[in-house]
């Protein structure tokens, strides 16, 4: 089964991702910021992480750069509040596969979602 990390400081969009992807069969992780993040990605293994871009004390660009190296094979989704083409470059730039602008028609976020699991080589949900 596909496990997804969901990072975001909002617990109401960490409720709303949870709910909508167990829904849909995948396992669910998730983290209140940046640091906790990084410290569940040490103890636990998940092949797509969903992240916030605007976040404190670490911000998911920085989460994103942190990720990218020690986890390679991890699909990386950013949510977006505030679509520019400097947070869209940044996110990409820094190996996200794909950006996400709030707030997301559900349709769009689980394409955007199987489409990363399977550009990193998950295909099924069991």
């Known amino acids: 089964?596909?496990?997804?990390?969901?990072?975001?400081?909002?617990?109401?969009?960490?409720?709303?991702?949870?709910?909508?992807?167990?829904?849909?069969?995948?396992?669910?992780?998730?983290?209140?910021?940046?640091?906790?993040?990084?410290?569940?990605l040490k103890a636990e293994?998940?092949?797509?992480?969903i992240s916030d871009i605007n976040m404190?004390?670490?911000?998911?660009?920085e989460?994103?750069?942190k990720t990218r190296k020690s986890y390679p094979k991890m699909?990386?989704?950013m949510l977006t509040a505030y679509e520019t083409m400097f947070t869209a470059d940044q996110a990409t730039e820094n190996g996200a596969?794909?950006?996400?602008?709030?707030?997301?028609?559900?349709?769009?976020l689980l394409e955007t979602v199987q489409q990363g699991l399977e550009k990193y080589g998950v295909s099924e949900k069991i």
């Open 56 to 61: 404190r004390p670490v911000n998911g660009v």
């Open 97 to 108: 596969f794909a950006y996400v602008v709030k707030p997301f028609k559900r349709a769009k």
């Open 75 to 77: 699909g990386v989704i």
């Open 63 to 65: 989460l994103l750069r």
């Open 1 to 40: 089964m596909p496990r997804i990390l969901i990072v975001d400081d909002a617990p109401s969009i960490l409720m709303l991702l949870s709910a909508l992807l167990t829904g849909e069969g995948y396992e669910v992780g998730t983290a209140k910021n940046g640091e906790e993040a990084v410290k569940l």
């Open 45 to 49: 293994t998940f092949d797509l992480m």
